[in-house]
């Protein structure tokens, strides 16, 4: 009986990443591709801090979806061991795990001390919403975070006997720092440092209307604080259930096969679930905004589709024109 209910509940987990993980992998993915396309299109994002802030947040998501989450998602569905078909598997992904996603944390939290910095009330210090500081601060974290993921490049170099779709580290006291420092302190405290800015950019925002504000400004700052604040209430309600049962299975000492088949169907969900952390940003923007709506729909509709459509009617026209000069 228990080794038919172990065989029913990793054919689930198969099943889920199958049909559930890869169609929301997809669906995240070009969430983040639209976001940077947007960002990228339009003049008003390009000159403000905060959306480049969000801008290379998507970037560091792009690339964990791309290098990472697929790589996770299609072992899963596939019952696939890289480690028999990439070199370096378990140290390259881990590397731009590490990577990416505390990147994109930092980012996130940046972005909305950037709009309390914009939404203040004190003109000292509004010049810390600055777009050349971001560029410099992106450069520095970028530089700082992709230094931590080498240590996770060096130490985890195993795939987990307990969940083959994820790497376990060597040394035992990285491991516990893996859990304790990185799962349960950064990962949770960027994003409380985020809620608390958010808050404050938030009553900020709310008292624009009463001072002296130019009012395109005013609207992109209040757009951006409801955008930016949203995206760390999905943040938290996306990620915290991954980084808990992460931690436990990498503590969990249980051999039990039916407690390890229940915790991998368990980590295949919390792992799909995660992938919004990653990939949500577009979705969430058009949720909340309706004037990042009437840009996206500028951007990506009025911008690209019509250009397109108009790259393919013209040769048709000119083949007519030239029919119709030979007829004459």
């Not at 801090?49 to 290098?67: D, E, G, K, P, T």
């Amino acid at each position: 009986m228990s080794a038919e209910y172990i065989a029913s509940l990793y054919n689930a987990r198969i099943q889920f990443a199958r049909y559930v993980s890869i169609p929301i992998w997809f669906i995240c993915l070009l969430s983040e591709l639209f976001s940077i396309i947007v960002f990228l299109s339009l003049k008003t994002f390009r000159q403000s801090s905060c959306a480049f802030y969000l801008l290379i947040m998507s970037v560091f998501n792009l690339i964990r979806l791309v290098f990472s989450t697929s790589v996770v998602v299609i072992s899963i569905a596939f019952s696939i061991n890289w480690t028999s078909v990439l070199i370096y598997y378990c140290q390259i992904r881990n590397l731009i795990v590490a990577t990416c996603v505390i990147s994109a944390i930092t980012m996130l939290c940046l972005a909305i001390i950037d709009q309390y910095f914009a939404t203040c009330t004190r003109q000292r210090w509004q010049k810390w919403s600055d777009i050349k500081l971001a560029y410099r601060l992106t450069i520095i974290v970028s530089i700082f975070w992709t230094s931590h993921g080498v240590l996770y490049m060096i130490y985890f170099r195993q795939i987990s006997p307990i969940n083959t779709a994820v790497c376990i580290p060597i040394n035992p006291i990285f491991l516990r720092y893996h859990v304790y420092g990185y799962f349960l302190t950064l990962s949770n405290l960027f994003p409380l440092i985020a809620v608390i800015f958010g808050i404050m950019s938030y009553r900020n925002a709310r008292t624009l209307t009463t001072r002296t504000h130019p009012l395109i400004r005013h609207e992109l700052d209040k757009q951006l604080t409801v955008m930016v604040l949203v995206e760390i209430c999905v943040y938290v309600c996306t990620y915290l259930p991954y980084s808990i049962t992460s931690g436990f299975l990498q503590l969990n000492t249980n051999r039990n096969p039916v407690v390890l088949a229940q915790l991998n169907l368990i980590n295949a969900i919390t792992l799909t679930i995660n992938i919004l952390t990653n990939g949500s940003s577009f979705y969430t923007y058009i949720c909340v905004s309706r004037r990042f709506r009437r840009q996206a729909k500028y951007v990506l509709y009025d911008i690209y589709i019509n250009r397109f459509r108009q790259n393919r009617i013209g040769p048709e026209q000119i083949t007519a024109h030239f029919v119709t000069d030979n007829a004459h």
